[in-house]
């Protein structure tokens, strides 16, 4: 039987969101708060979601890339206690057991300690990286299935939480949920998707005073250790007036200052419009999401510049994103899976001003919704199931790091470097190619079509050579005027502070780079790139460069390859026979480290 997910849309579907947590721990028995010496500034809006990264993860991260490259939070999964769900079939912890809270303890939890958390949000601050806990206050856990402790020992069983916080000093009994114990029928009926059991889920009395306390202890347990903000999952499930009394009662937050940055997770409809929550924090847009997605999917891009108020929601009102890791596994309209677009679709997110960003960054569940992240395996003497390996963004491992892409890497810097800015479009060519300023301190230009752009537009940007943010090469503005390349499915972004010091004569960034391939072959296939120049084959198949798999790595094929600014190339699949298939559409320009052969 596959258990439930969370997440609800307009009706009676049921899209699956992480199976939710209330976590928590008190003040009391966290791991020791650090003193800041100066108040903290956030680098900059953009979050990235770094799903199921394990806390010493997340503070390399913050230290090593985030950090250095502008972004100003991460959103991580939920710190608390929770069920620990060994699979039958092979005996995988799947993904959602983190979102169905045993207690509100961190002590322990299969991604690290209290000490590690704590440690992970000093760090993050020292780089201007606020940490966005997942918090849910909606609910705690499903009928109890397996006999096993939660992921820090603590026994438990359905509506019956006797040490929430690990003191002994608070619990919940029955009467603690409700007021229905019925699973939601009607989602039209406000009164019952608000009072009732999500998928089954012990539903908490938000209106009672007791269990407010016990969500307000654990939340500004966590704002004392220098969390900065929460994603609050399900939000549609906790009435209105509940949902206000319980952030109106958060703490500031140390370092950084100010009340916590809070945005609830809402799949507005007519029944709960995103509306509803605004008084109460930002919101996430679902109608963007799917409007995004499934404009770069289908290479239906110019009009986005006029982004509409999504659902109501203004810019200021709205946190954003082209998929997250629920859309992943059950509205994947786009994903990484689907290569250049995607990431396209990610670098445009980043440079229009509506809404606040969150980047996806992801691990590969190679198909199975319920994978849990990559592991190490159980460790003895550890209750928290399989245990999450360290993060590794190497080519060809089972983290995908969304984050890190060329596309996308970049345009965080652009966004703070355009900041408060208005977009003013200066070309377009068809529906696919659309090129825009923001104010004069930016200009970028996004190709969601299979060929090459050869693009003539004025700008407001100063004029200069300028690095390309987006992808390899530069660009110059001459007289108002920017004349480039934008590759197909690429994108070309200039901004001030980003002016190109050496090698300014039309970006060759070198005589190779490192290419990652996602091709579906048949056994006995290679992958070839292939291409205008002689080390490339001159347009002979075999006489390119072959790309290399193996088990481990398939269907992602890897290999230097020397591709100049101005080299055509595509991918080419021979046969053991020698036949060949050739990628269609128009060739490929110029260099880049991460192409798929389009699924559609």
């Not at 959103?75 to 039958?88: G, I, L, R, T």
């Not at 919704?369 to 190497?394: L, R």
């Not at 969601?448 to 003539?456: D, E, H, N, R």
């Not at 101005?566 to 559409?585: A, C, F, H």
């Amino acid at each position: 039987m596959r258990r439930p997910r969370l997440g609800a849309l307009a009706g009676a579907v049921v899209l699956g969101m992480g199976l939710l947590a209330i976590p928590g721990p008190a003040a009391s028995q966290q791991a020791p708060t650090k003193t800041p010496l100066a108040a903290q500034e956030s680098a900059g809006d953009t979050i990235v979601h770094l799903f199921q990264w394990n806390w010493d993860s997340v503070a390399a991260e913050c230290a090593d890339f985030l950090g250095p490259n502008g972004y100003g939070g991460v959103q991580v999964s939920p710190p608390q206690e929770h069920v620990v769900v060994p699979f039958s079939e092979g005996g995988n912890f799947p993904w959602w057991q983190d979102y169905q809270p045993v207690s509100y303890s961190i002590d322990n939890t299969r991604r690290g300690t209290a000490e590690e958390f704590q440690d992970m949000v000093d760090t993050c601050a020292d780089n201007g990286v606020r940490i966005y806990v997942d918090a849910v206050i909606n609910h705690m856990t499903g009928p109890k299935e397996v006999e096993r402790p939660g992921s820090a020992g603590t026994e438990w069983d359905r509506y019956d939480h006797p040490d929430l916080f690990g003191d002994g000093r608070a619990s919940y009994g029955y009467d603690d949920f409700g007021p229905c114990y019925d699973s939601i029928q009607d989602w039209n009926d406000k009164e019952e998707v608000q009072n009732c059991q999500l998928l089954d889920l012990a539903d908490l009395d938000t209106g009672s005073d007791h269990v407010r306390a016990q969500i307000v202890r654990y939340l500004n347990g966590l704002v004392a250790m220098g969390v900065g903000g929460f994603r609050v999952d399900a939000s549609k499930h906790v009435p209105e007036e509940d949902m206000g009394a319980i952030i109106a009662a958060l703490d500031e937050v140390p370092g950084f200052g100010g009340a916590p940055h809070v945005y609830h997770e809402v799949y507005g409809d007519q029944t709960i419009p995103y509306t509803a929550y605004t008084p109460y924090g930002q919101v996430t847009n679902f109608d963007y999401k799917r409007d995004i997605a499934s404009s770069f999917a289908n290479g239906d891009i110019a009009d986005l510049t006029s982004m509409p108020e999504h659902g109501g929601l203004t810019s200021a009102e709205a946190v954003v994103f082209v998929d997250n890791h629920d859309t992943q596994r059950y509205e994947p309209t786009l994903t990484h899976v689907d290569g250049e677009r995607y990431y396209l679709a990610t670098a445009f997110m980043l440079a229009h001003p509506y809404g606040t960003p969150v980047v996806m960054s992801s691990y590969d569940f190679q198909g199975n919704e319920t994978e849990g992240p990559p592991s190490v395996g159980e460790v003895d003497g550890n209750p928290a199931g399989w245990i999450t390996a360290d993060s590794d963004c190497s080519a060809g491992g089972d983290w995908v790091c969304e984050h890190r892409d060329e596309t996308v890497s970049g345009m965080v810097a652009f966004r703070n470097a355009v900041s408060g800015t208005p977009l003013t479009e200066r070309a377009r060519d068809g529906s696919a190619r659309v090129a825009f300023d923001r104010g004069e301190a930016g200009f970028a230009a996004f190709n969601a079509s299979g060929g090459s752009w050869s693009l003539s537009a004025p700008t407001s940007l100063p004029d200069g050579d300028y690095d390309n943010v987006a992808g390899p090469g530069t660009a110059t503005v001459s007289d108002g005027r920017v004349s480039a390349t934008v590759p197909a499915n690429g994108a070309l972004a200039l901004h001030v502070g980003a002016e190109c010091e050496q090698d300014c004569d039309g970006g060759d960034p070198g005589d190779s780079n490192t290419l990652t391939a996602t091709v579906e072959t048949w056994f006995g296939q290679q992958v070839y790139v292939v291409g205008s120049t002689p080390e490339l084959g001159s347009w002979e198949p075999t006489g390119g460069v072959a790309l290399e798999t193996d088990a481990d790595t398939y269907p992602r094929w890897n290999g230097t390859v020397p591709l100049g600014s101005g080299t055509e190339w595509k991918l080419v699949k021979v046969n053991p026979d020698g036949g060949v298939e050739w990628e269609p559409g128009d060739n490929r320009v110029g260099p880049s480290t991460s192409v798929t052969w389009a699924r559609h």
